[in-house]
Every structure is written in C-alpha cells, then in structure tokens.
C-alpha cells in the first residue's frame, strides 16, 4: 500500500547492535516499507542472523515491498572485544557480566563502522540516513555524501525532554545529597527526581564527554524520528519540538504493526519457549488474571533479588509469566535463585520463561491483565498499546524518567517501590513490596480506574498509526518531504 505519490524513497536504518534498537528499528524498516519505501537495514554478521527470520516472514507476507539487510564486518578481536562480541546482550546475558565499562567500549568500537558507511553512502546514494543516537559519526558521514541523517534514540519525548531540562538547568547541583528530591526547572508537569535516577547532568566522565558528541551530532542532524504518539505525551511532544530538536516526527508505536502471530513471535532473538504453548497456557486463564513480569533484553537480577520476587508472587496468588534471564533451560537441578519447590506449588499457576519470551504475544492476550515491567521504552510502549496497567521497577538509564511518565502523568502504573540507581545495585525489593504493587495493579476502585485509563491509552495508540492518525500523518509528511 504506498502513499506517496513520489518517486521510491530509499531509506537506510542503522541501529546500535542492541535488542532494544534493533527490534524498533526492523519494526520501522517495515513501516517505511510497507508505505512504499525502500529500506535497508545495516548490520553486523551475527545480528543479520537474528534480523533475517523476520524479514524473511516479512518478504513472504509482502512480495512487493522492499527490505533488506546489508552487512558490515565488525572484527571483535581486531577492536580489542571479546570474539562473537556483536550485541550488548554478550555483556548483559547470564554468563558475561562485564558491567557498564564494556558496554561503553562497544560502544565506543562501533566508529569503525564510519568508512564502511561511507562507502555504501557513496555508492547507493540513499535518500536519508536514520541512525541510532549512539553513532555520532554518522552526521558526519552522511554530510559528505549529502544524505540528511536524522536520530533514533529509541525513546519517547517525555524523557528526551527530562534529560533536555536537567542539562539546561542542572537542578541536581542545587541540592545536597544523592537522595533529595528537586523538582525539574521548565519541565510540564512539575516531575520530581532525585540525583540517584538521573542520566544526564556529569559531563566529566568518559560517558559524559560521549554524550557530548552525541548531542552535538544531534544539533547538527536533519531531525529526530520519535517512537510515540502525540496523544501519550502531547505537552512533552510540544515541548521537544519547541525547545529541543529543530524537527521530530512521532511515527509509532511501531509495535503495533505487528499483527499477526508471525510477527510478534518472530521479534527479537528466538524464544525459549514454544510460543503456541505459551498461548494455549495463557488460553487457559480467565481473561486479565495474569500478570507478566519481564526486565527487557538486558537487566539481570542478583538471585536475592529473585528469591523475593518469587516469595512475592507466590504471596499475591496471582496467575504469572515471569521472564528470568538466567539459562535457557531447567537443568532439573535445583537453581539457588528459586525458593525451595517453588515450581511444584505454582504448577498451574504459573509459568517461568528462562531466557527469551515471546513478549508481544503475551502482552496482547486476553488473560494477559498487568505488566512488571522495567520500564524500557520498547516495553512501555508495548505495554500501552496492550492497554495494560502496569507495575514500574526502573533498573538503569532512562528508565527512571520513564516511569515517572507511566505514573504520574499517565497515571496507569504502581511504582514497586523507591527506586534509585544504588538501591537497584545495593538494595533489594522486599517479597511484601512485590505482593502490595501486584495487589493494588488487580484489585480496588483505583486498580479499575487505571485500568480504564490504560485501556483507553491502547484506542488512541491504534488509532495513531491508523489512517489520518497522528503518526500517520507524521510518516507521510517526512515521506512527502524527503521523496520529493
Ligand atoms: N523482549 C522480548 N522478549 C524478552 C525480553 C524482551 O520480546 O524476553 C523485547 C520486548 O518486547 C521489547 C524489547 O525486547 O521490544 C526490549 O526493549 P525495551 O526498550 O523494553 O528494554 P531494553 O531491553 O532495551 O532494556
């Protein structure tokens, strides 16, 4: 179904080589696609493998739309990584913890994709460029061959905007300890933070000089592509493109394009679990009686911290998903991170998915009736378009910005608890504290009250991405404009 009434848009996407960049990126070269473009994904070997099946699927369903992959060399160990290091999953996953410092080298490393880049610029002399945020170099790079690059970060406009704010007018220097709270100088909405859950603000370390670079690319880009819907977040939508970035087209939530089973389970990496067994359990649950809990593609909890999540759910009574990211399989043996016999007793009950769940399908079930969530944009906006309540347990990044949206502004979520950087590291959510947010997301005139609100949230998703919706209208603008 193409729209435009322009010659064929070619269009490439480069997403930093992370679940949570590379599944709304494939989402979005699908979107292009499917309204009459031409989009090429670029990435590394490993990564294609992962890409491939979808696309496959996708090329199946669509004969006539053009996707595709090309493939550029990453030599790990010639960039001081680790072999086989092509995904921040190898330093998130079970068995390589190598914390935040690896994370950054690798990200670091991805400026050898520059010249490789640039030869393909030159060569197929795309109409515009959508990289990921952590590729500065990219505007460069695009420049020379006078191809507009525009920004993916892969978040949506509230917390583009937080981060914006607390740069501009650096609250947290006002204040004199990690814990005290300040509110956020020019932001809508009078949203409270503390030192511990923000991002943005130390320019003077490795991270922060990175950072620079990234903003400066920024300014200099042709424009930012928001995952979002004006409806979710119109006063910070308003805001960002008032204020922050000189354009921003909102197109999603890109998820929702995903419609039929092929789609949703083929998102991501393979799944640990047979997905039509996954249905058929969630068939067998009375509608909005299961909760899912998942932490996205690379938050890992410590086993106590597990322990009391397990307690916490058995205590609530409440049928479950829960997506551990611990070895793919039960060895059978018994794993230090479950209380004693808990699988026996929640036979039935519920269900635990070590490793990969097929997540879109969960969220989408009718049994499905609240979501744990991390608070990853992919997941929020995920959630949301399920018109889920959901429980927030920020871990990392913006997820802490985040979940003050789905919260206070939003008002469709219960925090776990308090949540900040140190406590997330240090401390551990009580099994009590897991039982009390699980019961009050379930039950109560305010659960039902949230519940409503998220509800309709969903309505105004779909119809966002609907004809003569609001991303709609934004993907054919920035279509029209750079086609012509
Ligand atoms: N996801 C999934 N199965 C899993 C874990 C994650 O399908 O077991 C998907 C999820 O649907 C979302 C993405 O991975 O699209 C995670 O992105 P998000 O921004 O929520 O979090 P991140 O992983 O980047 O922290």
Request: proline share 5%; glycine share 8%; hydrophobic share 40%.
């Amino acid at each position: 179904m193409s729209t435009s009434p322009h010659r064929k848009l070619h269009v490439l996407f480069f997403p930093m080589m992370a679940h949570g960049h590379m599944i709304p990126a494939l989402d979005m070269a699908k979107l292009f696609s499917s309204r009459g473009a031409k989009s090429t994904i670029l990435t590394t070997p490993l990564n294609s493998k992962i890409l491939q099946k979808p696309i496959d699927a996708f090329k199946n369903l669509n004969p006539s739309l053009e996707i595709d992959m090309e493939i550029f060399n990453f030599p790990c160990a010639q960039l001081g990584l680790p072999e086989g290091c092509e995904n921040v999953d190898f330093f998130t996953s079970n068995n390589n913890n190598d914390g935040g410092y690896m994370i950054f080298k690798f990200f670091k490393t991805t400026r050898f994709f520059k010249e490789q880049l640039e030869k393909l610029l030159e060569t197929t002399r795309p109409d515009c460029l959508i990289a990921d945020m952590f590729f500065p170099w990219a505007t460069e790079a695009a420049e020379k061959f006078h191809v507009p690059r525009f920004v993916f970060h892969g978040t949506g406009y509230f917390s583009l905007c937080t981060g914006y704010c607390i740069r501009v007018n650096q609250p947290q220097k006002r204040i004199a300890s990690s814990c005290e709270p300040f509110v956020i100088p020019d932001l809508p909405g009078d949203i409270v933070l503390t030192q511990d859950q923000i991002i943005d603000g130390d320019d003077e370390t490795e991270m922060g000089k990175f950072m620079i670079e990234v903003r400066e690319s920024e300014v200099k880009s042709s424009g930012v592509i928001v995952n979002s819907f004006y409806e979710l977040e119109p006063d910070y939508a308003d805001f960002y493109k008032r204020f922050v970035a000189k354009r921003a087209w909102n197109i999603g939530p890109l998820s929702v394009l995903n419609r039929g089973f092929e789609d949703k389970a083929e998102r991501g990496k393979k799944t640990s679990i047979d997905e039509v067994e996954c249905l058929e359990w969630l068939d067998s649950k009375k509608p909005e009686s299961v909760i899912y809990i998942s932490f996205g593609s690379m938050a890992s909890f410590k086993n106590e911290q597990l322990i009391e999540i397990a307690a916490g759910l058995e205590a609530s009574g409440t049928n479950f998903i829960w997506v551990v990211r611990k070895n793919d399989e039960n060895t059978g043996e018994e794993e230090e991170w479950l209380p004693k016999g808990f699988e026996e007793r929640m036979k039935g009950k519920g269900m635990i998915i070590r490793g990969w769940a097929p997540q879109m399908l969960i969220l989408d079930h009718q049994a499905t009736g609240g979501f744990v969530t991390h608070c990853g944009w992919n997941s929020i906006l995920e959630g949301v378009a399920a018109g889920l309540p959901m429980v927030t347990w920020p871990v990392a990044a913006e997820q802490f910005y985040n979940e003050k949206l789905v919260t206070e502004v939003l008002r469709i979520g219960v925090r776990v608890g308090e949540m900040r950087r140190l406590k997330v590291m240090e401390g551990l959510i009580s099994r009590e504290e897991v039982e009390t947010a699980l019961r009050e997301v379930f039950v109560g005139e305010e659960a039902e009250e949230r519940r409503g609100r998220a509800k309709k949230l969903a309505v105004m998703a779909k119809a966002a991405v609907e004809e003569g919706g609001s991303s709609f209208n934004d993907l054919n603008s920035f279509i029209e404009e750079f086609s012509s």
